[in-house]
């Protein structure tokens, strides 16, 4: 297994609160991704990483900020939960050399009251 | 109309059956994904193609590029294939970006 670790694996949090998910990798890949999986939509893409200080939106980047100060960590924020943002998040990775093969950490599970 | 849709959404089977999931999609591709994903919720990636058939135990994926259909057929099932099937396609040929369908959630009866 793809050494990725995810933390806090659940959360519980008032809205309004800022609320930082942590992505941690130890297979030194370039690549990271944060999605968010909800009933009805599947999964959908919020940032993406492709290096050190290299993020790029996805399709639901809205209310939500990323950091990547190093390789092995991928910090997604949410600045003021909303009760819309309860999901479960999933973190990725993905290697250069085998560029589009992600691996999954094994997710959070976010609820915002 | 969804990029990439998954046929059927929910499929309960008896063990032993061959089972097919399918996937259409809507985007230009270079590859596809199948991933299952675990009644504990892990996501593993099964296969990645870009052509033809694979093959890993009792699972094998097809895909055709022309037509924009990929197939998911598990042979003797098992309990344990319980799960959901998540089919995805980069949006942009050659792009990280992937775009995932909804998945097939699948339950084998002993």
């Known amino acids: 297994d793809a050494g990725i670790t995810q933390s806090p694996r659940h959360k519980v949090t008032e809205t309004g609160t800022p609320v930082t998910l942590r992505c941690h990798q130890t297979?030194?890949?370039?690549?990271m991704y944060w999605y968010r999986q909800d009933p009805g939509h599947g999964l959908r893409l919020i940032h993406y990483s492709y290096g050190v200080k290299d993020t790029d939106k996805g399709e639901v980047s809205d209310g939500y900020s990323v950091s990547r100060s190093k390789t092995e960590d991928f910090l997604l924020t949410l600045e003021s939960a909303t009760s819309s943002q309860t999901s479960v998040y999933f973190c990725?990775?993905?290697?250069?050399?085998?560029?589009?093969?992600?691996?999954f950490g094994p997710g959070t599970r976010l609820l915002v009251l | 109309k969804n990029e990439v849709e998954q046929s059927p959404q929910n499929l309960t089977a008896q063990e032993g059956e061959f089972i097919t999931i399918n996937c259409s999609y809507s985007?230009?591709?270079?590859?596809l994904h199948w991933l299952q994903q675990h009644p504990g919720g892990g996501i593993v990636s099964l296969f990645m193609?870009?052509?033809g058939k694979k093959k890993h135990g009792r699972l094998i994926a097809t895909i055709n590029i022309q037509e924009k259909h990929s197939s998911l057929h598990i042979t003797a099932s098992h309990p344990r294939d319980s799960a959901v099937y998540i089919c995805a396609v980069p949006r942009i040929q050659g792009a990280q970006k992937l775009v995932f369908g909804q998945g097939t959630r699948l339950t084998i009866n002993p």
């Open positions: 297979e030194n890949h370039r690549y």
């Open positions: 985007v230009g591709i270079s590859a």
């Open positions: 193609l870009s052509s």
């Open positions: 990725a990775i993905g290697s250069e050399r085998d560029q589009e093969t992600q691996y």
